[in-house]
C-alpha cells in the first residue's frame, strides 16, 4: 500500500489543476454537492436517531413519544444498559474471540503465504487457490458439518465443561481462524510477492534458516500489510454473527455481536435501552474506525475479495 | 485486488530474480517450511475443505446426529424434499434473486456514484467518505436493530415522519410480509453503498489520469468521459464488484435473522441451512441438501473470480 499511495498522490496532483477548473466551472458541481449532502444526512439519520433516543430517559419518551423534543437528556440508559444486559462479560468473550482468532490466523496465513510466494514448489498455486477459494463461501454451507465435528470432538471435563468443542469460546476461535486463514493467506501472498528477492537470498548467503528469512526478514517488510489486514481482521471477527449463534449455546458466553439479538428480546420495547446496549456496541468499532481508519481501508482494498 | 494495477505495474519495472526452487535447500530447511505449509493446510483441510465435502455426502443420508452408525443413505430424498416439498425453498430462492437485483440495481450502482463525485477532488471529500463509510463499520446484526428503531410500527422515526404512527395505516415495517424484503435491502444497502464507494475510490485512483486528459482534450463531455474510458479502464475493479456483489446477495443471513430468524417473507437460502440445524426439528441430510443447493450456486461466482485473479497473475 505505501508503496503505490506516493505515485497515485503524485500522479493525483498534477491533474488536480486541470481538472478542478473543469468541475468549478461546470454546472453540475452545484447538483453534487447538493447530491452528497442529502445522501450525507439521510445516512446519518439512523444512527443519530439511536442516539438521540438513547440520552433520553424512557418516562420522557412515554410522555411526549419518540418524535419529540423535550424532557431530560442524559446517559442514565447507558448505564442501565451496562449492568442489565450483561456487557462486561459480552465484552471479555468477544476481547477473547477477536484477539485469539486474529493473531492466530495472520500467524498461520504469513506462514503459508510466505511459502508460496518466496519458493516455487508443485502445488504452490493450487493450494493457494483452494485456500482463496474457501473463504469465499458462505460460511453457512460449513455450519452443519462443523457443528457435528466439535459435537463429535472428546475434549476431558477439565478442559471443557461440556466435553467437546461445542459452547466453548475456542471453538468459535477454531471456527473463525480457519474460515479467514485463505483471505489472509491470499492477500499477504500477494504483498510478499512484491518483496524482493534478492533480500531473502542475501540473508540465506548470511547463512539464515528459512525460519529466519521468514521471522526477521519477511515478516518486518510486511508490517504494514500486517497492520491492514490486523485492522480489517479485528473487525471482521468483532462483527462475527454466525459461527457463535451455531456453536454456543450458554448466553453469558456469546461474544456481544451476538448477545445484542438476545438484548433485543431482554429490552423489550424499551427502545431507549435498546438504542443505549447498540451504541455501546458500536463505541468498540468506532474508536477502531476514527484510530485506524487508513488501515481499514488499506485493508479493504488490499484484498478486496472479502464479502 | 483493486490495489493490483499499481502494485504489479511498479513490479514490472523491477523484474524480479526467479523464485527459489527448493532443491536448493537443505535438509533442515525442507522440514521447516513444510512444517510452515503443513500446519496451515490441515486447519483448512479440516476446517474448509473436509466440512464441504462432509456437507455434500450429508445430503445423500438421513442421520440423526447422535451416532457415526446411525447413517441411513436416502439417494435424492433429500433433494426431492427441498425441491417439491419445502413451502419455504422456492420463497427463499426468488428472496435471494430479489437480494442481488436490488444491490446490483441499487446498492452498487449508487456506491459507484458516490466514488465518482468523490473522486472529482471536490471540497469536504473526506468528511463525505467518512459519513458514507461509517455503517461499512457495523455489523450486520447491530444494523437490523439500528434500522428496527426507524422502522418500528408505533415508535419508528419513519412512521413519525409519515404521520402514520399510532395509527391504523402505520406500516409495521420489518413485520409486515409484503414490505419487509424491501426494508431490509434498504437497511443492507446502507452498508453495501459505503463498501462498494470504497472499492471504486481505490479503483479510480488506478486509472490513468492521462487518458482522461486526452478524452477532454478530443472534447468529451464529463459523461462520455466516465462511460467510454475511465468505467472500461477499470475493468479489474468491475469484475471484482460484480462477484463481490453476487457472493453479499448468497451470503445474507445476519441482518434477517435479526428482524424474525428469516421467517415471514424473508426467507433465504441461507437461513434454511441454519433452520434445518439449530431448529427443534433437526434434520441434518435435508440442511445439508439446502447446502449444497447454496454452494453449487456461490461456486458460479467463486470460478469466475478465482479463473480471472490467477489467470492474469500466474
Redesign the interface.
Known amino acids: 500500500m505505501t508503496t503505490t499511495t506516493a505515485p497515485a498522490a503524485a500522479r493525483r496532483t498534477r491533474v488536480t489543476a486541470s481538472t478542478r477548473t473543469r468541475i468549478k466551472n461546470g454546472p453540475g458541481v452545484w447538483g453534487a454537492y447538493l447530491f452528497l449532502t442529502v445522501a450525507a444526512i439521510l445516512w446519518l439519520i439512523p444512527l443519530l436517531w439511536a442516539v438521540y433516543t438513547s440520552l433520553r430517559p424512557k418516562a420522557d419518551t412515554d410522555r411526549l413519544g419518540y418524535f419529540s423534543i423535550g424532557g431530560s437528556y442524559g446517559f442514565s440508559n447507558f448505564a442501565q444498559a451496562w449492568t442489565q444486559g450483561g456487557f462486561l462479560t459480552y465484552f471479555g468473550n468477544s476481547a477473547f474471540i477477536t484477539i485469539a482468532t486474529v493473531v492466530l490466523t495472520l500467524f498461520f496465513a504469513s506462514m503459508m503465504a510466505f511459502a508460496v510466494s518466496r519458493f516455487s514448489w508443485r502445488f504452490n498455486v493450487t493450494l493457494l487457490i483452494m485456500f482463496t477459494a474457501g473463504n469465499l463461501l458462505p460460511p453457512q454451507v460449513l455450519a452443519t458439518p462443523i457443528f457435528e465435528l466439535f459435537k463429535l470432538i472428546q475434549l476431558p471435563y477439565s478442559i471443557s465443561d461440556s466435553g467437546s468443542l461445542l459452547n466453548q469460546l475456542v471453538g468459535v476461535v477454531a471456527a473463525n481462524t480457519g474460515f479467514q486463514i485463505g483471505f489472509c493467506t491470499f492477500v499477504l501472498s500477494n504483498f510478499m510477492k512484491a518483496i524482493p528477492q534478492e533480500l531473502g537470498e542475501a540473508a540465506r548467503v548470511d547463512g539464515a534458516g528459512v525460519w529466519t528469512q521468514y521471522w526477521r526478514v519477511i515478516m518486518p517488510l510486511t508490517r504494514p500489510a500486517l497492520a491492514a489486514l490486523g485492522t480489517l481482521e479485528v473487525i471482521f471477527i468483532y462483527n462475527d454473527y454466525f459461527w457463535p449463534l451455531i456453536l454456543i449455546q450458554s448466553g453469558n458466553r456469546l461474544p456481544i455481536t451476538t448477545a445484542i439479538n438476545n438484548l433485543q428480546g431482554q429490552f423489550l420495547s424499551n427502545y431507549n435501552l435498546l438504542s443505549a446496549g447498540a451504541i455501546i456496541t458500536v463505541i468498540p468499532t468506532l474508536v477502531i474506525y476514527l484510530a485506524l481508519q487508513r488501515q481499514f481501508v488499506a485493508g479493504l482494498t488490499l484484498g478486496a475479495s472479502k464479502g | ?4 494495477a ?2 504489479s505495474a ?2 514490472a519495472t ?1 523484474s ?7 532443491r536448493s ?2 535438509k ?2 525442507r522440514i ?2 513444510g512444517v ?2 503443513g ?3 490441515l ?2 483441510a ?7 465435502l ?2 455434500v455426502a ?1 445430503s445423500f443420508f438421513k442421520w440423526d ?1 447422535l451416532q ?1 452408525s446411525g447413517f441411513v443413505f436416502q439417494g435424492l430424498t433429500n433433494y426431492n424434499f427441498v425441491f417439491n416439498q419445502a413451502p419455504a425453498f422456492w420463497p427463499a430462492v426468488l428472496h435471494n434473486i430479489v437480494w442481488l437485483l436490488f444491490l446490483g440495481l441499487i446498492g452498487t450502482p449508487l456506491g459507484l456514484l ?1 466514488a465518482v ?2 473522486d ?3 471540497r469536504g471529500s473526506r ?2 467518505q ?13 444494523i437490523g ?6 422502522y ?1 410500527q408505533d ?3 419513519i412512521n ?2 409519515l404521520g402514520t ?1 399510532g395509527t391504523p395505516a402505520a406500516i409495521d415495517w420489518f413485520g409486515d410480509s409484503s414490505v419487509n424484503l424491501w426494508a431490509a435491502l434498504v437497511a443492507a444497502t ?1 452498508r453495501h453503498a ?2 462498494i464507494m ?2 471504486y475510490l ?1 479503483g479510480l ?2 486509472v ?2 492521462s487518458i ?2 486526452a478524452a ?1 482534450l478530443d472534447g468529451a463531455n ?1 459523461r462520455q468521459t466516465f462511460f467510454r474510458v475511465v468505467f472500461p479502464a477499470m475493468a479489474a ?1 468491475n469484475v ?2 460484480v ?2 456483489t453476487v ?2 446477495s ?2 445474507a ?2 441482518i434477517v ?2 428482524i424474525n430468524h428469516g421467517t415471514n417473507g424473508l426467507e433465504l ?2 437461513v434454511l ?2 433452520q434445518y ?2 431448529g427443534e426439528t433437526q434434520v ?1 441430510g435435508i ?2 441438501a439446502f ?2 443447493v ?2 453449487v450456486i ?1 461456486l458460479v ?2 470460478v469466475i ?2 479463473s480471472r ?2 489467470r492474469t497473475k ?1
Open positions: 485486488m483493486t490495489v493490483e499499481p502494485i511498479a513490479r523491477r524480479p530474480a526467479p523464485r527459489r526452487r527448493l535447500l537443505t533442515r530447511d521447516v517450511l510452515m505449509i500446519i496451515p493446510t486447519i483448512q479440516v476446517l474448509v475443505w473436509i466440512p464441504l462432509a456437507s450429508l446426529g457415526l458516490l463525485l468523490l472529482s477532488k471536490i468528511i463525505y467518512t459519513v458514507f463509510f461509517m455503517p461499512v463499520m457495523l455489523s450486520l446484526a447491530l436493530i439500528i434500522w428496527q428503531l426507524m418500528s415508535n419508528g422515526l413519525n415522519v404512527a446502507w459505503g463498501y470504497v472499492l481505490a485512483k488506478g490513468d489520469p482522461k486528459e477532454s464529463g475493479t471484482i464488484i462477484v463481490i457472493i453479499e448468497l451470503r443471513f445476519d435473522y435479526v437460502l441461507s441451512v441454519v440445524l439449530v441434518i440442511g445439508s447446502a449444497v447454496l454452494l456461490s461466482p467463486i473470480y478465482l485473479t490467477f500466474e
